[in-house]
């Protein structure tokens, strides 16, 4: 059965739904069980696998509520651990053991996590029943699907099946969000959307810097409701991708991943819903958007702030969309600036290994370039482009770029890098050298749309 659709003749009735948020009405669980059962009893809880068990198993955020809900079965047992796998008939870990006196009729239960727990184990059943069962974030007491045993490939809320294209894990200083890839429908890119700290010490590269910000993109694979990475190693470096600034006569660049940027304030939504920073949060949803304000300072000082910067980041299951805006302070000479970057490694191991990117064209004229190695030959400055593609037959990942001065620009540029660490694509917002002025503002949007096909 498709993602998405019903069996003809069974239906999905919606029950008790006036009120509820996207907390607490969208189902954690995929409906694929696994054989395993909770062997024990607090505080000793293991799993182990049995031909005829049925238990689910979800990736969970710490110290949070959650409640399973099911039909009637043989089994209800409920653990957590800090790991996502742990051996067979090896005790867990985490902060939840429960087992319930009476699973007929005990139709759901609330826990709260540990601080550390990861995943949860609900156990239904030893004897090949397949009760229906939901697992939500907060409180509930009854379940919103019924018609059982169909089987339904999806979780559902207010009505509909919820699509499995898009899957938020927010912590206290990282989000991570999961795309899914035309590859297959079990194959995810992962973006790792992350608090960066590093406190001033001595004027130094890469400090006095508090943002979030885009720092990598790994493959993963979605198994019984879990995301595991696919490959050891990620596609991107830990370049930046955003805003990089450099003022003529200082020792490097300002922004993001150089350091030099403050956070003033910031918040994200799923689907609409505001969150804090730091708030922890996870479940299938259709848009994630992230928003912040900070203060760019020249590099190598503590405080001398030269431009404001504000950006909205724009999740769906098409890409990620980045709207920036750098508002100037001062009137500076700028030796060089990027709105927009692509840090998408050559290899997997810089110079050896999986080819990650071996060809790339753009708007420019629509010329295949090989980038094939480091020191390639096609690290020329085109002026003009917004757009451009980068690929490898190789592994199948395929990124499309496209950055609009939506000030029009100030005499922009495109380059790829030939460098050994990467095929990093830059796009500027002016030429190499220009005098900005106090109060000018640059408004500049990146669209990024990665895949593996």
């Known amino acids: 059965m498709d993602f998405g659709k019903v069996a003809l003749g069974k239906t999905i009735n919606i029950l008790n739904t006036l009120g509820l948020t996207l907390d ?120 919103t699907i019924s018609d059982y045993p169909t089987k339904i490939n999806g979780s559902v809320s207010i009505g509909s099946i919820v699509d499995k294209n898009l899957y938020i894990d927010a912590k206290a200083t990282e989000i991570m969000f999961y795309i899914r890839t035309t590859k297959s429908s079990n194959i995810y890119l992962g973006y790792n959307f992350k608090r960066t700290t590093i406190p001033y010490s001595d004027g130094g590269l890469t400090q006095n810097c508090d943002v979030w910000r885009l720092v990598n993109i790994t493959e993963y694979i979605l198994l019984s409701g879990i995301f595991a990475a696919n490959k050891a190693y990620s596609y991107l470096t830990d370049g930046e991708i955003e805003c990089a600034i450099k003022v003529t006569g200082t020792n490097d660049f300002s922004g993001g991943f150089h350091g030099y940027e403050i956070i003033e304030n910031g918040f994200y939504l799923v689907d609409g819903i505001y969150k804090t920073l730091g708030t922890a949060y996870s479940g299938w949803c259709k848009q994630i958007t992230f928003c912040q304000n900070s203060n760019i300072l020249k590099n190598g000082t503590e405080s001398d702030i030269i431009a404001h910067h504000s950006k909205i980041v724009n999740v769906g299951k098409n890409g990620i ?125 990146t669209t990024l749309k990665v895949d593996l096909l």
């Open 24 to 143: 607490t009405d969208i189902s954690l669980f995929d409906g694929e069980f696994i054989k395993k059962n909770i062997i024990g009893s607090n505080p000793s809880m293991t799993v182990r696998s049995v031909d005829t068990a049925q238990m689910a198993k979800i990736s969970v955020s710490p110290n949070t509520t959650y409640t399973a809900i099911k039909q009637p079965s043989s089994r209800f047992k409920i653990a957590t651990d800090t790991i996502v796998d742990r051996s067979d008939d090896t005790v867990l870990q985490g902060g939840v053991m429960w087992s319930s006196s009476s699973p007929t009729t005990e139709l759901y239960h609330t826990f709260t996590t540990g601080s550390s727990d990861v995943v949860a184990y609900i156990d239904v059943s030893a004897a090949n029943e397949i009760p229906l069962m939901q697992i939500v974030a907060g409180t509930k007491t009854a379940l």
């Open 321 to 445: 969309t980045i709207k920036q805006t750098i508002k100037w302070l001062q009137a500076l000479s700028i030796a060089s600036n990027y709105m927009g970057m692509f840090p998408v490694k050559r290899k997997s191991n810089y110079t050896t290994g999986d080819q990650i990117t071996d060809h790339f064209f753009s708007d420019y004229d629509y010329i295949a370039y090989d980038v094939t190695e480091t020191a390639h030959a096609n690290d020329t400055q085109r002026v003009g482009v917004s757009k451009a593609i980068i690929w490898s037959g190789a592994c199948g990942l395929t990124a499309e770029i496209e950055v609009i001065q939506t000030d029009n620009g100030k005499g922009s540029y495109f380059f790829c890098s030939n460098s050994d660490t990467y095929n990093k694509l830059y796009f500027s917002h002016t030429n190499e050298a220009y005098t900005t002025s106090i109060d000018e503002v640059w408004d500049n949007v």
